[in-house]
């Protein structure tokens, strides 16, 4: 069973950056594709940033919801088996909590606990 731990949330005032850590038990190499999630309250939970290998051995295709391309990356650090999400120009609507999800290449899925975002003046 893969276990994600999500780091780096906190309180923040608009405008200013945030980094989220993902920790993941496993290898890298054993995950297909990892993702960023997240979840207001009272709204559905929507993607923020998803990269996957895609039949490569590395994480070679990156996707970013609408409301946070330009602001948000997502990187990967094999080396550690984890994934980052580097949030800049945060805003009010940015507040949420953040999850990570990981699927395995044998087709599991995995959602870490999540870490809350808070933006406001």
């Known amino acids: 069973q893969v276990q994600l731990v999500e780091s780096g949330g906190g309180l923040v005032q608009p405008g200013e950056s945030l980094r989220l850590s993902c920790a993941v038990s496993e290898s890298i190499a054993t995950i297909e594709t990892m993702g960023w999630y997240r979840q207001a309250p009272g709204k559905q939970r929507e993607s923020v940033a998803v990269?996957?290998?895609?039949?490569?051995?590395?994480?070679?295709?990156?996707n970013y919801g609408d409301r946070v391309k330009g602001r948000f990356t997502f990187s990967i650090d094999n080396a550690k088996n984890a994934g980052h999400l580097e949030m800049r120009s945060l805003q009010a609507e940015d507040t949420a909590v953040y999850y990570c999800?990981?699927?395995?290449?044998?087709?599991?899925?995995?959602w870490g606990q999540g870490t809350q975002v808070t933006v406001s003046s």
């Open positions: 999800t990981v699927h395995t290449t044998s087709g599991y899925v995995y």
């Open positions: 990269c996957t290998k895609g039949g490569s051995s590395v994480f070679a295709y990156f």
